[in-house]
C-alpha cells in the first residue's frame, strides 16, 4: 500500500508528543489536495517539455543506474530554470538533477510513497526525527535499519521508523554495508530536506 503523506504530518513529526501526529494523520487527504495546487501555481510559468520516448527510455536507465528506481511513468515532462533540471512524473515535480545528483522531491514520495520505489532507505529512531528534518546530516547512532545494498555515494531516502514517512535525501558517505558496521560518525551528508530551497520552490 502507498503512503501518502501531506506537509502537515512532517510538521507533526516535529511535535515529541504522538498523540499530536495521530491528530494531524487524520486531515491528510485534504491538505494533500493543497499540495496538489501550491505545485501547480509554482511550476506553471516554467519552461518544460514533454520528453520522447527515446528520451523517456534513456532516462528510466540513467535512473535505475543512479538512485535504482525500478521504473519511471509512460509520461514524462522535463522542466528547466535557473540550470537545474526536474522531471515531472505524471505531473508532479518528482526528481531534480542538482550538481550532477539526481536528487529524489519529498513531496512527490510523500504523495506517492517512499517504498517499492528501488531506492536504498535509511531508516531512523524518534530522536534523530527532528535535527533530520531540520537539515542535519545522519549520524550512526540514530539508525534503526537499513532497505536494500547500495555503494558509497549513494543517493538514499531517510525516513522515520514508526510509518515510515520520508524526511530528507542524503548522499551516504560509506556503504551499507559499513554503516551497518559503524556505531558512531556521519553516514550520509543532506541534500533535501523539508523547507529547504527544493521544497519551497517545486
Known amino acids: 500500500m502507498s503512503l501518502k503523506v501531506s506537509y502537515v504530518q512532517y510538521h507533526s513529526l516535529r511535535s515529541p508528543f504522538q498523540s499530536e501526529i495521530e491528530q494531524s494523520s487524520r486531515i491528510l487527504i485534504a491538505h494533500n489536495e493543497l499540495i496538489n495546487i501550491s505545485q501547480s501555481r509554482r511550476c506553471s510559468h516554467l519552461k518544460r517539455h514533454r520528453l520522447s520516448k527515446k528520451d523517456r527510455n534513456t532516462l528510466e536507465e540513467l535512473l535505475s543506474e543512479k538512485l535504482g528506481l525500478s521504473s519511471v511513468p509512460e509520461t514524462v515532462e522535463l522542466m528547466e ?17 542538482v550538481n550532477g545528483e539526481f536528487v529524489p522531491l519529498l513531496k512527490w514520495l510523500l504523495k506517492h510513497g517512499g517504498e ?87
Do not use: Q
Not at 549520524?139 to 525516513?159: D, H, L, N, Q, Y
Not at 514508526?162 to 541534500?191: H, Q, T, W, Y
Open 81 to 97: 530554470d535557473e540550470g537545474k533540471k526536474c522531471y515531472i512524473f505524471d505531473g508532479v515535480p518528482a526528481i531534480c538533477e
Open 116 to 202: 517499492n520505489l528501488g531506492i536504498p532507505r535509511i531508516i531512523v529512531n524518534k530522536g534523530a526525527v527532528k535535527p533530520i528534518s531540520g537539515g542535519a546530516d545522519l549520524m550512526a547512532p540514530g539508525i534503526v535499519s537499513i532497505e536494500g545494498t547500495f555503494p558509497k555515494g549513494s543517493i538514499v531516502i531517510v525516513a522515520e521508523e514508526e510509518r515510515k514517512i520520508p524526511l530528507a535525501i542524503m548522499k551516504a558517505i560509506f556503504s551499507s554495508d559499513e554503516i551497518k558496521e559503524m556505531k558512531r560518525g556521519k553516514v550520509a551528508e543532506s541534500l533535501h530536506h523539508v523547507g529547504d530551497k527544493l521544497w519551497k520552490e517545486l
